[in-house]
């Protein structure tokens, strides 16, 4: 769940902008534009994460992808 969270709540939150803009028929500002990239590249970064421990996890078992994704949110450190 919290991979979920972290891919889709920046997600729906820069759709829900977009979508209240076009509706409301208001001009889209660069400041509006950087904001929108800033969730859609934290959604991004979610899924690749994500993406990344599972492909570990099937080449090198889910020990090792335990221990790349603790190390990944700083949990672990890389060289105890």
Known sequence: MCTYNAYYVPFQEAYLKMRKAR??????TPEMLLEWEELMKQSDKASRDRLFVLTVAAEMGWAVAGDVAAVMKGIKPLFP
């Open 23 to 28: 509706k409301d028929g208001t001009p889209v």
